[in-house]
């Protein structure tokens, strides 16, 4: 019986504690993989490339994955070496990200663009995508059609945030649009990554992963609620970020579509880059807001419906998780 601790939501206690001990064990495999595939012979891209690794996060790809095996052989080969590609992934997204979005703090953490310049950052996020490449390549010919495939939406979404919705486009819909694409897309085949090299049944594979997608929208969802409603950054962020720099998240659409005059003031602070005087306004002005718990009322929708799926899986301990899991992402947004 392994000897790790499980931390996050897998330390709850309606998760079946063997479970999260074998997950949590796996993680521990998954992390001493990516520090190896990440490790260059110069000194310098080594440590731009563990940045990011040794700044944290929660693993919550990899965790998917590990979790999903639950549902066929949890302890197939192949297993660990894909929940780091589908982590190295992820981690490579984050340096094009910080760099487009100029941002100054990942996961707490100055930003690579930050502490070596956007040219290097980027070529960071290019190598650490490169290294996730050869590593699925020895997974088979599925394996590389389902990353491509992954890899292609998160591309799209970025360069829909990017553009911009266009004329006649409702806005929201643009908004979740990028979600399904930049967030949703990842965890969902996480999850079917899990499934296909856990040898689940196809029909169990299919269903958890569209549960998973309707997670990623959940969790997606809640961190752009976290970024108004926290207090303290531990979104690995500075709380109001998003309000700061301009960017439209789902409370900011509910209260720009209020026809209340009263909320004329706050209207008039959101969609533009803001001071930190106005961003303590707004900040203040959009917690006390009905946006807010309307924002959340979406949250739980599409958890909600990420429950409907798992709710055809089997009984047990892994669709028990799940279904924690489900209840972590709504309950973490307050």
Known sequence: MSGAVPSGFLALPSVDATLAREVQEGLDQVEKVLREAVAASDPMLTEAATHLLSAGGKRFRATL????????????????????????????????????????????????????????????????????????????????????????????????????????????????????????????????????????????????????????????LSDDILDVASETAESGKVPGTDLREGVLTLPMFYAQRSTDPADARLQSLLGRPLDDAETDEALRLLRAHPAMDRARESLRVWADRARAELATLPEGAPRTAFEALCDYVVERSG
């Open 65 to 220: 994955v590990l979790l999903a095996a639950h549902f066929g052989d949890p302890t197939a080969p192949d297993l660990v070496r894909a929940a780091a590609v589908v982590e190295l992934t992820h981690v490579a997204t984050l340096y094009h990200d910080d760099v487009m979005d100029e941002a100054e703090l990942r996961r707490g953490e100055p930003s690579a663009n930050q502490v070596w310049g956007n040219t290097v950052a980027i070529l960071t996020g290019d190598y650490v995508f490169a290294r996730a490449s050869e590593m699925l390549a020895d997974l088979g010919t599925e394996a590389v059609r389902l990353q491509a495939r992954t890899f292609g939406r998160l591309v799209q979404g970025q360069i829909l945030e990017t553009s911009g919705p266009r004329e006649g486009t409702d806005p929201l819909e643009h908004y979740l649009q990028v979600i399904a694409d930049k967030t949703a897309s990842l965890i969902a085949s996480s999850a079917e990554f899990g499934a296909t090299f856990g040898k689940a049944e196809p029909e169990i594979t299919e269903t958890i992963t569209r549960a998973c997608d309707a997670l990623g929208m959940a969790f997606q």
